[in-house]
């Protein structure tokens, strides 16, 4: 085939390193940005081969997200701007450690596995982030592409490639596949929400946001003349200065539970920090106490499902809301959703594709990882019993205003994945609707205090888990002590996973509040668990 001679020799422009071994995780690649030359050539290539076996656009992302400056990696993006489907993941992993004399091999093999036709076109979106490597990697990708071909998007957030390849492949239906077409349409959302907010003043629509030095900050900026004045937002780590997720962002924010460096936060203000690549947010403030308080991925999704549940009881609409969680969920969190809200609660493995793909099996399903990365899905028809009642010229005015309520708030949610500015402006347009502080929302429930310690292994594989990730199968007996720690506890919780991208071993656990020792000896009790798994594993070092 012509396009494999041209492969062959564009693949001599990105060689692979000998012996280097990489695996597509739960966020694609994401590894030492000096090793990732040949497998964004190489996922340029899969990016146009995944395109012809769906005949629609797909995306490629360059970026680390939270991760230092120092690395960077990518993920493909499918066609309704969901996460990649697993088998291409297990074609993106032989792709990236394939030698190089085997390339075209592969390929043929992938091809012929999928029964792929080279006649089809391949559409490629590319964006990436602002890493200083972030665009000499993109340039790698697009020689991947350009062999079958693609488009460069440039700077864009990965929740806005996202966007646009959704848009793309549901012809324009979503959305219009451009960077002004989304501030378009999530600006109009929002200030068709805030209309229904009474006498809100300056001080209430002002809000503090760390940008994380990352693209989230650029972004935010060129939406804030869409907005109209109905946010007003005070930016800090804008990317003018400092390093990306550098003592800032969501990670770091919830990772050292304080204010990331540079902002100034009076009592009682709203806060909030995006991550590198604005897929994840995170909300704080300072008490009058000057006590730092944090509201994160279980507070946002509580917020969300109590309002639209009460938003679908005032349309006299049954549609059934849920709320997917991970095993890091605070216990309080979940406790409050099943016992006072009366909200469906489930389950899943840790990574968003696997909350994403949960969602879709309800009416509405809302899903958030405790690290602030989450979004809301609505069903074909939820959707279009909530549009319908818009139109219905009989519905009495409390029902009309709720489904206009529900309309503005489905088209300012970003349904193809987590997103920061979407989520922000989500929130926003929630707590001026509801009259809530943040201080009335961050009272909802009381967080179990928790504590989370990560164990260096020399391969994370020998842990093996079930039950959501909550319960270890191997190695034997570990299960069986970790059972035996928590039950010295009251409303006492802890499991241990193996992280999806490096050989590392997650620790967590929780206990009640009731007295002043707890705390002290959940932290003894997260080492001693700690101490456990390096038990299995002599041969590791912390």
């Not at 993106?92 to 080279?118: F, G, P």
């Not at 650029?218 to 550098?246: C, I, P, T, W």
């Not at 216990?331 to 990574?351: E, Q």
Request: charged share 25%.
């Amino acid at each position: 085939m012509a396009e494999f001679g041209e492969v062959s020799q564009k693949s001599t422009q990105h060689p692979k390193p000998k012996g280097l071994t990489l695996q597509y995780g739960t966020a694609g690649f994401r590894t030492t940005a000096k090793h990732l030359d040949h497998v964004m050539f190489r996922m340029g290539l899969l990016a146009a081969l995944r395109s012809k076996k769906t005949k629609s656009t797909i995306g490629v992302m360059v970026t680390a997200s939270h991760n230092p400056v120092e690395d960077n990696g990518v993920k493909l993006i499918d066609p309704m701007g969901e996460m990649v489907t697993p088998a291409w993941e297990g074609y993106a992993t032989q792709l990236a450690n394939a030698e190089q004399e085997a390339l075209c091999t592969v390929l043929k093999n992938i091809m012929e596995t999928d029964a792929i036709s080279m006649s089809e076109t391949a559409n490629v979106f590319v964006g990436r982030d602002t890493r200083p490597s972030s665009e000499s990697l993109t340039k790698a990708v697009i020689d991947g592409v350009s062999c079958l071909g693609g488009h460069n998007y440039g700077l864009v957030t990965t929740p806005q490639l996202h966007y646009m390849v959704r848009c793309r492949n549901t012809h324009d239906c979503y959305g219009t596949a451009t960077l002004q077409g989304y501030y378009e349409k999530l600006s109009k959302a929002f200030i068709e929400l805030t209309k229904n907010a009474l006498n809100r003043t300056d001080d209430q629509k002002r809000l503090l946001v760390d940008g994380a030095n990352g693209i989230g900050a650029l972004k935010l900026r060129e939406m804030e003349a869409f907005l109209k004045y109905e946010l007003q937002v005070a930016l800090f780590n804008d990317g003018s200065s400092g390093k990306l997720n550098h003592l800032c962002g969501a990670d770091y924010v919830k990772v050292h539970q304080r204010a990331p460096e540079g902002m100034h936060m009076g009592p009682g203000e709203r806060c909030c920090s995006f991550d590198g690549d604005a897929d994840r947010i995170i909300y704080y403030y300072n008490d009058t106490a000057g006590r730092f308080r944090l509201l994160d991925g279980d507070k946002i999704a509580t917020l969300i499902s109590m309002s639209l549940k009460e938003l679908l009881t005032q349309a006299g609409l049954n549609i059934q809301v849920a709320v997917v969680q991970t095993a890091y969920a605070n216990g309080s969190a979940t406790r409050y959703l099943k016992d006072v809200m009366k909200v469906t609660v489930c389950c899943t493995k840790t990574g968003v594709k696997h909350l994403h793909h949960a969602a879709q099996d309800f009416d509405i399903g809302v899903y958030f990882e405790a690290n602030g990365h989450g979004t809301v899905l609505f069903s074909k028809e939820a959707e279009k019993q909530i549009r319908q009642l818009v139109k219905h010229s009989n519905a009495n005015d409390e029902k009309k205003r709720a489904a206009k309520l529900l309309a503005s708030t489905i088209d300012l949610i970003n349904q193809a994945t987590g997103d920061a500015i979407s989520d922000m402006l989500v929130i926003e347009a929630l707590l001026a609707i509801r009259g809530m502080s943040i201080q009335g929302w961050d009272t909802l429930y009381t967080d179990l205090p928790n504590r989370q310690l990560r164990v260096k292994v020399a391969d994370r594989q020998v842990i093996d888990t079930t039950d959501a990730e909550r319960h270890v199968v191997m190695p034997a007996g570990l299960q069986d002590a970790i059972d035996t720690l928590v039950k010295k506890y009251k409303q006492a919780r802890a499991f241990v996973r193996p992280s999806g991208t490096e050989d590392i071993v997650r620790v967590y656990a929780e206990a009640d509040t009731q007295n002043q020792g707890t705390y002290g000896r959940l932290k003894a009790s997260t080492q001693s668990i700690s101490n456990l798994v390096l038990a299995q594993h002599p041969q590791e070092t912390r």
